[in-house]
């Protein structure tokens, strides 16, 4: 059973920074595409970035660019979503998800295992 497992979330003042982790367990997906989400109450669920199954090619939403960076650890089967500078806009359910292919994607509907998601919340 594949399972992706958020972590990292909490409150933070504006400005500051977190780190969120995403562990995958029941296979291997150091291959495929992996990508963040984030919903806030009463939005739709938007694309924040993702990163390929390189590793090397990463893809930003132009909210996060310069701000937020991707990476990934093969051997922990885990991806990263390191937030600095963080705004109150920014407060939202963060989700991880991965995708059964290498070329990474900003379309949600495209992803086929999703986390539960974790709570951040900016305070201003």
């Known amino acids: 059973q594949v399972q992706l497992v958020e972590s990292g979330g909490g409150l933070v003042q504006a400005g500051g920074s977190l780190r969120l982790s995403c562990e995958a367990s029941?296979?291997?997906?150091?291959?495929?595409?992996m990508g963040w989400f984030r919903q806030a109450p009463g939005k739709e669920r938007e694309f924040v970035g993702a990163?390929?199954?390189?590793?090397?090619?990463?893809n930003y939403a132009n909210s996060v660019k310069g701000r937020f960076t991707i990476s990934r650890d093969t051997a922990k089967n885990t991806v990263y979503l390191q937030m600095n500078s963080l705004k109150p806009g920014d407060t939202a359910v963060y989700y991880c998800?991965?995708?059964?292919?290498?070329?990474?994607?900003?379309?949600?509907?495209?992803?086929?295992?999703w986390g539960q998601g974790i709570q951040v919340t900016v305070s201003s």
């Open positions: 029941g296979r291997t997906f150091s291959s495929y595409a």
């Open positions: 998800a991965v995708r059964l292919a290498t070329i990474i994607t900003m379309y949600p509907d495209r992803y086929d295992y």
């Open positions: 990163i390929g199954g390189s590793g090397i090619i990463t």
